[in-house]
């Protein structure tokens, strides 16, 4: 196998993380046999400095011509003066854009080894394991019109949230195949009882569940989807909604894992998909050493799963991920309460690739017995 992946290393802890996720994939591709070629481009603020604009057209050619696109992290407090339009995040919400990938795929998992970490007791976060899908290219973030404008002696600020029946269909259908590879089970998050998008959307999942027999619909308002996430996440299997309400309930799900620092993404279904860890790009700890690489690497086993249809390879590097978890080596941010060893961001890929060795050895002399 050759495919060629787009690296965006982008700010802050963006280059640290991403290497390690490199540092993996040419383990797997050095086990396997595969040929994966890196061709690494600037975007965010990096870009803006080097380039003036946050997606330079080299970065997204490039992007457009790979297999896949693994991204670090964009933003940078430098940068919060500048309009909207110019700041480093503007260059991601173009990326997506162009590559066409409409639903966002963020598991969320609880593993015992760093239990300690989450702010949930045990009893209530063990043994949770959540897909949030969601959908990336409508809603508030893209809908027109919007702007800040003067009216009537004052400043107003609009945005349009917006969806049509095809958006909500495609990224349903999404959901649903991924539950039936689960647990069978999917919860669609709105707000209906006050949104008119909402209202559309629930009747649309709805509709769309009807082909899928085999797995069980639920339909959740956001704010009481919030309030589960904390106080019974195991009660969810695969988590459904839109852009904004997406956004937020993913990032509270950190409380799940014990740091943003362990979630990872996959965006899927345009002609190129784009993976990359959830947390942001964390200035205040770049270039020490101490950021987790758990969401990039996991994020690259995504990669492996969605765009190349490894799912032997994928899997390996997410059990590899367990077993050094249980193993007990941690990044500080995961390090408290849970005992073992504190190591820096290049030593947890380290130990990570040398698991997926080890696993991959293992089931290569099982199959030869």
């Given at each position: 196998?050759?495919?060629?992946?787009?690296?965006?290393?982008?700010?802050?802890?963006?280059?640290?993380?991403?290497?390690?996720?490199?540092?993996?994939?040419?383990?797997?591709?050095?086990?396997?046999?595969?040929?994966?070629?890196?061709?690494?481009?600037?975007?965010?603020?990096?870009?803006?400095?080097?380039?003036?604009?946050?997606?330079?057209?080299?970065?997204?050619?490039?992007?457009?011509?790979?297999?896949?696109?693994?991204?670090?992290?964009?933003?940078?407090?430098?940068?919060?003066?500048?309009?909207?339009?110019?700041?480093?995040?503007?260059?991601?919400?173009?990326?997506?854009?162009?590559?066409?990938?409409?639903?966002?795929?963020?598991?969320?998992?609880?593993?015992?080894?760093?239990?300690?970490?989450?702010?949930?007791?045990?009893?209530?976060?063990?043994?949770?394991?959540?897909?949030?899908?969601?959908?990336?290219?409508?809603?508030?973030?893209?809908?027109?019109?919007?702007?800040?404008?003067?009216?009537?002696?004052?400043?107003?600020?609009?945005?349009?949230?917006?969806?049509?029946?095809?958006?909500?269909?495609?990224?349903?259908?999404?959901?649903?195949?991924?539950?039936?590879?689960?647990?069978?089970?999917?919860?669609?998050?709105?707000?209906?009882?006050?949104?008119?998008?909402?209202?559309?959307?629930?009747?649309?999942?709805?509709?769309?569940?009807?082909?899928?027999?085999?797995?069980?619909?639920?339909?959740?308002?956001?704010?009481?989807?919030?309030?589960?996430l904390i106080t019974n996440p195991r009660r969810f299997d695969v988590l459904l909604t839109e852009n904004l309400f997406g956004d937020i309930l993913s990032d509270e799900a950190a409380v799940i894992t014990g740091s943003l620092g362990m979630l990872a993404s996959a965006t899927i279904g345009g002609e190129v998909g784009l993976y990359e860890p959830v947390h942001g790009s964390a200035p205040d700890i770049a270039g020490s050493g101490t950021a987790n690489p758990c969401g990039a690497i996991?994020?690259?086993?995504?990669?492996?799963?969605?765009?190349?249809?490894?799912?032997?390879?994928?899997?390996?590097?997410?059990?590899?991920?367990?077993?050094?978890?249980?193993?007990?080596?941690?990044?500080?941010?995961?390090?408290?309460?849970?005992?073992?060893?504190?190591?820096?961001?290049?030593?947890?890929?380290?130990?990570?690739?040398?698991?997926?060795?080890?696993?991959?050895?293992?089931?290569?002399?099982?199959?030869?017995?």
């Open positions: 196998m050759r495919t060629r992946i787009t690296t965006l290393p982008g700010d802050g802890i963006g280059p640290e993380v991403t290497a390690e996720a490199v540092r993996v994939l040419q383990a797997v591709a050095a086990i396997h046999g595969y040929r994966f070629e890196f061709e690494e481009h600037a975007i965010g603020g990096v870009a803006i400095k080097q380039y003036g604009s946050p997606l330079p057209r080299t970065t997204l050619d490039a992007c457009l011509a790979s297999d896949a696109v693994l991204l670090g992290a964009v933003g940078a407090p430098e940068y919060d003066r500048l309009p909207p339009n110019q700041r480093p995040e503007a260059g991601l919400l173009l990326l997506r854009s162009a590559l066409g990938g409409y639903a966002n795929l963020r598991p969320a998992i609880s593993y015992s080894s760093i239990g300690a970490c989450s702010p949930l007791r045990d009893e209530i976060a063990y043994g949770a394991d959540i897909l949030i899908v969601r959908e990336l290219l409508g809603g508030l973030y893209f809908g027109e019109p919007r702007g800040i404008d003067a009216v009537n002696g004052t400043t107003v600020a609009r945005n349009t949230m917006r969806y049509s029946v095809e958006e909500i269909e495609r990224v349903a259908r999404v959901a649903f195949e991924a539950a039936r590879k689960r647990r069978g089970k999917v919860t669609s998050v709105d707000k209906a009882n006050v949104l008119e998008t909402s209202q559309l959307w629930r009747q649309t999942v709805a509709r769309v569940a009807a082909q899928y027999t085999d797995v069980t619909l639920e339909h959740l308002y956001v704010d009481a989807c919030a309030m589960h996991a994020s690259a086993a995504m990669m492996l799963r969605h765009s190349f249809q490894l799912e032997q390879e994928a899997s390996e590097i997410e059990l590899a991920i367990e077993n050094v978890l249980e193993a007990g080596y941690r990044t500080p941010d995961i390090a408290k309460g849970t005992g073992g060893y504190v190591v820096t961001t290049s030593e947890f890929g380290e130990v990570v690739c040398e698991a997926v060795t080890e696993i991959a050895d293992m089931r290569h002399a099982y199959h030869a017995v």
